[in-house]
């Protein structure tokens, strides 16, 4: 006779389910607040805060010593995809994020008007090398940063609620079409090479933007370089010639003393 009764864990198995909840508690459970503060490295390179709630981003505004964190960081609830309540005037938009190499927290920022046509940036850059691993695809809830008597303050300070209804209408099912004509096939083909024509040249546009701002930025520098040069110069020839005439002032005292022996 079998007697049937609750096995007793071993000791072992406490410590492993107390280590299971500690990372349980640290998986986000929702959307992150991201915080995009510009870098150095020139135009649409950002360093990458994520915070959990809006009092812990405020708190390190609040500490940062840079005041650049504060006039010029750009912050947005991220989320997988556009929820039906967002206002269609919000400026919310589709965001990619390209990290400069694995684990790094310093990324490029590219935004759409919709995640379809983010989604297709992504596969772009994918065939063209890009490592998969390093992108990052957001429907950004713009936050704006604002400062009060109690502190730095984000509106929206907390993330919109993503539906069951908004994941139904993402992943819904299409049912298989009908059977269509050569016409309709050669048509439904034509339409999509256009399509794609047209993402290609919308990516295209924005390469080139960028690339013209960043020779924007370099003529910038190198203006400034000159300008700091030619003051140098200048300050250079104007001691020059104080010390000229302040040697000629000294001959000429010489030479009245050496006349009037």
Avoid at 66 to 79: C, D, E, G, I, N
Avoid at 128 to 139: D, E
Avoid at 223 to 246: D, I, N, S, T, Y
Wanted: no cysteine; aromatic share 6%; hydrophobic share 40%.
């Amino acid at each position: 006779m079998v007697r049937l009764g609750l096995r007793r864990k071993p000791a072992g198995d406490k410590v492993e389910e107390k280590t299971d909840e500690k990372r349980r508690s640290q998986v986000p459970t929702g959307p992150r607040l991201l915080v995009l503060v510009p870098t150095i490295a020139g135009v649409g390179s950002y360093r990458l805060h994520s915070f959990g709630d809006s009092a812990a981003a405020a708190k390190f505004i609040t500490s940062s010593p840079h005041p650049v964190t504060r006039t010029s960081a750009y912050a947005f609830w991220a989320l997988p995809l556009k929820p039906r309540s967002s206002e269609p005037d919000s400026g919310d938009e589709a965001i990619v994020l390209v990290r400069t190499e694995a684990g790094s927290d310093s990324v490029s920022v590219v935004s759409f008007v919709d995640i379809e046509s983010a989604q297709s940036f992504a596969r772009f850059e994918v065939k063209r090398g890009l490592n998969p691993s390093l992108v990052m695809i957001y429907w950004a809830i713009h936050a704006t940063i604002s400062e009060t008597e109690g502190g730095y303050q984000f509106a929206p300070p907390i993330a919109p609620t993503i539906t069951r209804g908004d994941w139904e209408t993402a992943i819904a099912v299409v049912a298989p079409p009908a059977p269509s004509s050569v016409d309709d096939i050669r048509r439904k083909q034509a339409e999509e090479k256009k399509r794609i024509q047209a993402e290609l040249q919308e990516i295209k546009r924005r390469q080139v933007e960028v690339e013209e701002l960043k020779k924007r930025q370099i003529e910038a520098e190198a203006q400034r370089k000159h300008l700091v040069q030619a003051e140098h110069k200048k300050r250079q020839q104007v001691e020059e010639a104080r010390k000229l005439h302040a040697e000629a002032e000294e001959l000429k005292s010489i030479k009245a003393e050496a006349e009037a022996l």
